[in-house]
Antibody, heavy 119, light 108 residues
């Protein structure tokens, strides 16, 4: 069965960086794009960006340009999301979610990783 | 980017009643590339409807989607206790994909 398993919760200080992993199983890793979506406490869903696991190409939402990097490791079927220069407003649950097409429905989601930014 | 506006913000209904949730787009969504998700507290979103009216795997037929262009609707014909949650619409017709702000469906 398809599973996206994310790394555990993180607590970071302002200005630090965080790297969250998302390990895929149960399907052909390079056949699906992977998106990252975040959700601040009590708020809605915010799209951050997308990576093509096949070639590694990425597209980021403009508000994250310069702070966000997505990478993948095809040998372990894992994608990574790194966000730098963290501020308190980055406190959120971060989800990975796959799509078959570059822009499409997110049919499977990871369980989420809570990132807390606090001094 | 396409802005999605959901209404109402909160909908209070009783089990057995019919729920109608709205999602309006700031510009036309081509090919009806719109999805609906359900999210319960502490859980990731779950895909319910894609391409405006197609049910995802395992979704009961009392949940349906309709609409085109800029106006879309999610309908739950007879509410079950497990349906009370937050619902989000999402468009994926143009970059970046965007989400509505959500409708909280609560028990009356």
């Amino acid at each position: 069965q398809v599973q996206l398993v994310q790394s555990g919760a993180e607590v970071k200080k302002p200005g630090a960086s965080v790297k969250v992993s998302c390990k895929a199983s149960g399907y052909t890793f390079i056949s699906y794009y992977m998106h990252w979506v975040r959700q601040a406490p009590g708020q809605g869903l915010e799209w951050m960006g997308i990576i093509n696991p096949s070639g590694g190409s990425t597209t980021y939402a403009p508000k994250f340009q310069g702070r966000l990097t997505m990478t993948r490791d095809t040998s372990t079927s894992t994608v990574y999301m790194e966000l730098t220069s963290l501020r308190s407003e980055d406190t959120a649950m971060y989800y990975c979610a796959r799509t078959y097409y570059i822009w499409g429905r997110n049919d499977y989601w990871g369980q989420g990783t809570l990132v807390t930014v606090s001094s | 980017e396409i802005v999605l506006t959901q209404s109402p913000g909160t909908l209070s209904l009783s089990p057995g009643e019919r729920a109608t949730l709205s999602c309006r787009a700031s510009q036309s969504i081509s090919s009806s590339y719109l999805a609906w998700y359900q999210q319960k507290p502490g859980q990731a979103p779950r895909l319910l409807i894609y391409d405006a009216s197609s049910r995802a795997t395992g979704i009961p037929d009392r949940i349906s989607g309709s609409g085109s262009g800029t106006d879309f609707t999610l309908t739950i014909s007879r509410l079950e206790p497990e349906d009370f949650a937050v619902y989000y619409c999402q468009q994926y017709s143009s970059s970046p994909q965007t989400f509505g702000q959500g409708t909280n469906l609560e028990i009356k």
